[in-house]
Structure formats: C-alpha cells, structure tokens
Nanobody, 125 residues
Framework: VQLQASGGGLVRAGGSLRLSCAAS????????LGWFRQATAKEREFVAA????????FYADSVKGRFTISRDNAKSTLYLQMNSLQPDDTAVYYC???????????????????WGQGTLVTVSS
C-alpha cells in the first residue's frame, strides 16, 4: 500500500490543522493505521492509531483530548484533526500502516510496514 500525507503547514499556538493520508493500491480492510511524528533531532514518536479489530483509537498522552484520529474507509483516507496546537507539536507527521501488529507494539515505529512521505507541521508561539 502507498500512503500520501498532506495538510501540514504553519499555524499559531492554539490553532488547528487537519492532516490527511490517502492510501492507494489497497483498501484499509485488515490494516492497523497510525500517525507518528518526528521533531528535529528527536526520535520518531507515536501520536495515534487505529488497531485493526479494536473499535476505539489509541492516543499518546501528550495529544489526548486535543487530537482526533479518524478514517473514511470508502475513500481509503486517514485523518488527524489537531486542535489547541502548541509549539511542542512542531514536527514532521507521518502516516503509517501494517497488517500485523500486537497491541503492545502499537507505539513502536519499527512495527509498521508502510510509511507516507511525511508532512511538516510548524506551530509558532
């Protein structure tokens, strides 16, 4: 599956952005889908994910209550609505997918097989 992320940009603290991730070549059926981010000089970190077979999404504590992950299966598109953005949210955001993952590995980047190219989110203070 090929993933194409979009929607990043420059926003002031307190603002909102919605990221999109379009998948081609496959439907979402059977895939765990997620968002990670990587700030300059930092490791890639988990943001949010839908695990296949679980109805509820999972979030990093740092974004819980501010970010919402959603998906449109008909359009094979994954979204990340980001509200109340803060300068610490500045990073390149990546969408990702895998067909096989265990719950304890959901937050581990190496557990995923497919990655989008990333979209830059910059939050100014």
């Amino acid at each position: 599956v090929q993933l194409q992320a979009s929607g990043g940009g420059l926003v002031r603290a307190g603002g909102s952005l919605r990221l999109s991730c379009a998948a081609s070549g496959r439907t979402f059926s059977g895939y765990t889908l997620g968002w990670f981010r990587q700030a300059t000089a930092k490791e890639r970190e988990f943001v949010a994910a839908f695990k296949w077979g679980n109805s509820n999404p999972f979030y990093a504590d740092s974004v819980k209550g501010r970010f919402t992950i959603s998906r449109d299966n008909a359009k094979s598109t994954l979204y990340l609505q980001m509200n109340s953005l803060q300068p610490d949210d500045t990073a390149v955001y990546y969408c990702t997918a895998t067909r096989s993952i265990i719950l304890s590995s959901l937050r581990v980047p190496s557990s995923y097989d497919y990655w989008g190219q990333g979209t830059l989110v910059t939050v100014s203070s």
